[in-house]
């Protein structure tokens, strides 16, 4: 009976030990050892020297962060980094006082770190910058949430990290997040807290989707009237049945200087910003601001739209001064953000305007089809022969939301990525059969815009609160996929569309807890995920929501 008991409490300490970790997303590895590190003024943090690399700062930054929230002021010492010496750690600490060792494995992935926490020493290995700031991220996660936060907490005496061993690297390389500023727009300050919650859940894609039928949110300074015209509407709320236009002039745009500012926050936190100009479709805000050569009837009167839903009025893609346009926002937005890809759009194009309009029936004849959709192909198939010509560092990926797939898109190759959203396991598998690459961003459960639970308190949105944290943990990812077909897909995104979203309170409110989810998913393998050990990690997180400052469904944590 006394065993019994005895193994009974073991078991309880076990288990209470494992839930004091917290970790989101769960690593590959982790294993919990006995003592405590403790942070304070004495320790020295000791990183490789290595030419142009961007180490030194993820150090700086995790050296300020620690200052703020805790007031620890950690020692920076440096040793040299050198291939032909091999690495050379002698002017690290190796007794006395306590430290943290970086060191450089040049054979780990780009993102995979191993974590290594004793009483005390902390040494962290890996190949890249960003598996330091993942291993750093890691390490702020096993502190109070303050630290996660970057800001003080008075109530907290005494700073330690609990011994760890943590080896660990993604499942997939891309961890998404979309967020729709098109409908609405809620401004740079807004997008950083985004950015940082993404951060502190290792994801790495953040995809701006920033020109709608109600509203283009980006300066293009080769068409000003873009943002003077697209840009504002006239109503707040868009009509949608009962709902009707208020009247109110509304409306915001980046400045390319604000776009830039945003790029070196993410740049920062190792996310990569994918900028989305959604055309043809989707384009009415554009066309209102240049009827004369967007439109397929620039006779009519042509303003940004004030309702919901899918609008027909979309780029006339017969109109070579279109084709330009295009182009041209394309070498614009090349400037305005480093990154790898740019997202074209492509979903929900009507092709009513083009059927009735002469020039594009010609070019559908030209082109040698019946199929509108290949009017759309073509049109694509334009911009990216425009990027082809390009030097190589202004060269750019593709990314199309999943019904280009519903054209003939041969002439587009398949170097194009397709971003899978309507029936997104089957257009996925779809697009890896053509051979292109893919991601996986299902409408349900997915789309975190939706109600995240049938309470009554639930704002207005969009779904009937089915897609609750559990339901959106619970899908998985590349599932009967055939081995072959795998390495196509990239990984993970949650979109969040704000046709009903008018401030930045709800949009956070509808995507917490529920971008922790996604990001596991994007993150753990398959065999480490678990709800009911995710929920119990999930915890902590309100602390860290509260802190940053950003609101989430409280509902999720009892509260
Ligand atoms: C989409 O939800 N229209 C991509």
Same mark, same amino acid.
């Given at each position: ?66 200052? &703020? ?141 920033? &020109? ?255 897609? &609750? ?28 569309? &704000? ?61």
């Amino acid at each position: 009976m006394r065993k019994t008991l005895l193994l009974l409490c073991c078991m309880c300490i076990l288990a209470l030990q494992a839930q004091d970790l917290s970790l989101i997303p769960n690593p590959v590895s982790v294993t919990k050892n006995d003592g405590r590190f403790m942070l304070e003024g004495k320790v020295v943090i000791c990183c490789p020297k290595v030419k142009n690399s961007d180490i030194t700062n993820v150090v700086d930054k995790f050296v300020h962060e620690i200052k &703020t929230a805790t007031g620890v002021k950690l020692k920076k010492s440096y040793y040299k980094n050198s291939k032909m010496l091999g690495l050379n750690v002698e002017k690290c600490p190796t007794k006395g006082d306590a430290h943290i060792t970086l060191k450089i494995d040049d054979t780990m992935g780009d993102e995979a770190y191993k974590l290594s926490v004793k009483e005390k020493r902390i040494d962290i290995t890996a190949a890249k910058p960003a598996g330091f700031f993942y291993a750093f991220q890691t390490l702020k996660q096993l502190m109070p949430r303050n630290v996660m936060a970057v800001t003080p907490d008075e109530t907290v005496k005494e700073w330690s990290i609990p011994a760890v061993d943590i080896v660990d690297e993604p499942r997939f390389a891309w961890r998404g997040f979309m967020l729709d500023e098109g409908r609405h727009f809620y401004g740079k300050e807004e997008i950083k807290k985004i950015l940082d919650v993404m951060a502190a859940y290792k994801m790495n894609r953040f995809h701006w989707h920033l &020109t709608e039928d109600q509203g283009w949110r980006i300066e293009i300074k080769k068409y000003p009237k873009l943002t003077d015209v697209g840009a504002w509407r006239e109503s707040k709320v868009l009509g949608w049945g009962d709902v009707k236009p208020d009247g109110i002039h509304y409306g915001g745009y980046y400045t390319h200087k604000d776009a830039k500012e945003i790029v070196e926050y993410a740049k920062e936190r190792f996310i990569e910003i994918v900028p989305e100009i959604d055309i043809p479709g989707h384009s009415q805000a554009a066309v209102a601001a240049y009827p004369e050569f967007l439109a397929c009837d620039p006779e009519n009167e042509h303003s940004v739209w004030l309702w919901q839903g899918v609008s027909s009025d979309v780029i006339n893609v017969a109109n070579p001064k279109a084709v330009q346009f295009a182009k041209d926002v394309i070498d614009e937005l090349t400037n305005i953000f480093p990154f790898e890809y740019i997202h074209l759009g492509g979903d929900e194009c009507p092709t009513s305007k083009w059927e009735r309009n002469a020039d594009c029936q010609a070019l559908l004849s030209e082109i040698g089809s019946t199929n509108y959709r290949d009017l759309q192909i073509n049109f694509y198939k334009q911009i990216l022969e425009h990027i082809a010509e390009k030097p190589a560092d202004e060269q750019r990926n593709l990314i199309f939301w999943n019904e280009v797939l519903h054209g003939n898109t041969a002439p587009l190759g398949n170097n194009i990525t397709i971003m899978a959203w309507i029936g997104a396991d089957g257009a996925a598998k779809d697009a890896a059969t053509r051979g292109m690459n893919t991601i996986l961003s299902p409408q349900i459960p997915y789309y975190i815009n939706r109600k995240q639970s049938k309470l009554p308190t639930e704002p207005l949105s969009q779904g009937h609160g089915t897609e &609750t944290v559990e339901a959106v943990y619970n899908y998985v990812p590349m599932k009967n996929v055939p081995e072959e077909l795998q390495s196509k897909y990239m990984g993970v995104q949650a979109n969040f569309w &704000t046709e009903w979203v008018e401030t930045a309170d709800i949009v956070q409110y509808l995507m917490l807890p529920r971008l922790a989810a996604v990001a596991e998913a994007g993150w753990t393998p398959q065999n480490r995920r678990n709800y009911a050990d995710f929920e119990q990690r999930l915890q902590a997180e309100a602390d860290y929501y509260k802190l940053r400052g950003v609101n989430y469904g409280k509902h999720v944590f009892g509260k």
